[in-house]
Nanobody, 121 residues
């Protein structure tokens, strides 16, 4: 059983910062990639940022230059540093991990429960 637990969400004023964390635990053999997605009310879930095992990162255009994704492989934890937050960043933020729970050819995708980020004055 694999669990992803997010933390760090909350209410912040425009221009402020938040740091999200997501820790993966349980039966984990290896992690290929971890990422952050977000979903605003009435909208689809979209990718925010991803980081693969080698350290390469990708970002949605809307967050480039403001958000930074990083990963602590020893702790199976991914972070999202969010700066210069805007009201349009308001959403539930979800963590996911593409991993092998046991040795073998197949990877599986796991999701966290989500953490609310609200940017408002």
């Amino acid at each position: 059983q694999v669990q992803l637990v997010e933390s760090g969400g909350g209410l912040v004023q425009p221009g402020g910062s938040l740091r999200l964390s997501c820790a993966a635990s349980g039966s984990i053999f290896s992690i290929n990639a971890m990422g952050w997605y977000r979903q605003a009310p009435g909208q689809q879930r979209d990718v925010v940022a991803r980081i693969i095992s080698g350290g390469s990162t990708t970002y949605a255009d809307s967050v480039k230059g403001r958000f930074t994704i990083s990963r602590d492989n020893a702790k199976n934890t991914v972070y999202l540093q969010m700066n210069s937050l805007k009201p349009e960043d308001t959403a539930v933020y979800y963590c996911n991990a593409d991993l092998k729970p046991t040795p073998g050819p197949y990877n599986y995708l796991y999701w966290g429960e989500g953490t609310q980020v609200t940017v408002s004055s």
